[in-house]
C-alpha cells in the first residue's frame, strides 16, 4: 500500500495514474493531510516538490515505522511508474531488513 505525497495533485494523480495500471493500493494526499491517511499505507513516496519537507514527514513516518524517500525529479518528470515503484520495493524492502 503506497502513499504518494504531494503539493496540489495535479501532476502526481498523473503518476498514480500510471502506478495504479500496476500497484490496486495507492492513494495520492497533501502533505498536509498526510497524519490522517497514514495509518493505512506500508510507504511514502515524497514528490520532489515537496522534497524539502522531509523533516515534518519524518516526524510523522518515523514513530509509525513506515520508510518514505522523495522521487527523483527526473522520473517524476517523466511520469515513470516503473522506477517510481522500484522506488517504493526497495525503500520498503531496506527499510525491513535494517529493522529486522
Do not use: W
Not at 17 to 45: C, R, S, T, W
Not at 83 to 92: F, I, S, Y
Amino acid at each position: 500500500r503506497i502513499l504518494l505525497c504531494c503539493a496540489g495533485g495535479f501532476s502526481t494523480n498523473m503518476l498514480m495514474q500510471n502506478m495504479a495500471k500496476v500497484v490496486k493500493d495507492i492513494l495520492m494526499h497533501p502533505v498536509d493531510g498526510l497524519e490522517e491517511e497514514i495509518d493505512n499505507y506500508d510507504i511514502v513516496l515524497v514528490g520532489p516538490q515537496i522534497g524539502h519537507k522531509t523533516g515534518y514527514i519524518g516526524e510523522i513516518c518515523d514513530p509509525r515505522h513506515i520508510p518514505y524517500a522523495v522521487i527523483d525529479k527526473d522520473v517524476y518528470g517523466q511520469m515513470d511508474g516503473a522506477t517510481v515503484m522500484k522506488l517504493a520495493l526497495v525503500t520498503h524492502a531496506k527499510y525491513q531488513k535494517k529493522n529486522a
